[in-house]
């Protein structure tokens, strides 16, 4: 068997728009995650039972259930309910953020909860209330603590948003893919698109590495 060297030259100006479209949803993805993670992270140590139930029951639901199943959902089953079609793009954000909404707020609740309860003590003392204090106080510490899960997880879904080819949508993966069909050069064109991945997990390691080694600086 000859590797074809002349296809992955060829192929590689569609691959790297097909790794532009990856990271552009890995990034809202996850920052719809960051978002959500943080609320639901903070609602799973509040005092209020109700919202603590509907915390644990989302982060126990979405952490539960394979992302390729919720996909499926946002983008076959939601239209069916709502009687409008979604597109593709809205489907595969709308999926992976509120999946990976489930496990930042795991992240965030454990963070927040490594922080001394004195911290909070102090907050109160000082005439804050339990919002303002987890807001000026107990968050910013734990931040800086959850650094390096945060990078996991988008690790992470920089390689699970390789589900949302399921439905069409022209991220790296289905762009390899569409690739083979035309050329049937698989093995040059998986080996093309694993070394994608690989550059791009890991310079976002060696970049959470280097904000962690800044946190330590700092603290």
Known sequence: MTFDMNLVINSFPLLLIGAGVTIQITVLS???????????????????????????VYVEFFRGTPLLVQI?????????????RID?????????GINSGAYVAEIFRAGI????????????SLGMTWLQTMRYIIVPQAFKRVIPPLGNEFIAMLKDSSLVSVIGFEELTRRGQLIIAKTYGSFEIWMSVAVIYLVMTL???????YLERRCRVHD
């Open 203 to 209: 310079t976002i390691s060696r970049f959470v590495a």
């Open 113 to 124: 909860q490594s922080i001394d309860d004195g911290q909070m003590e102090a907050g109160r």
């Open 30 to 56: 996850t920052a719809i995650g960051f978002v959500i993670g943080l609320i639901v992270g903070v609602a799973r140590i509040s005092n209020l039972r109700l919202l603590r139930m509907l915390a644990e």
């Open 72 to 84: 499926f959902l946002f983008y076959f089953a939601l239209p069916v309910i709502t009687g409008q």
């Open 88 to 96: 593709p793009f809205i489907a595969a954000i709308s999926a992976c």
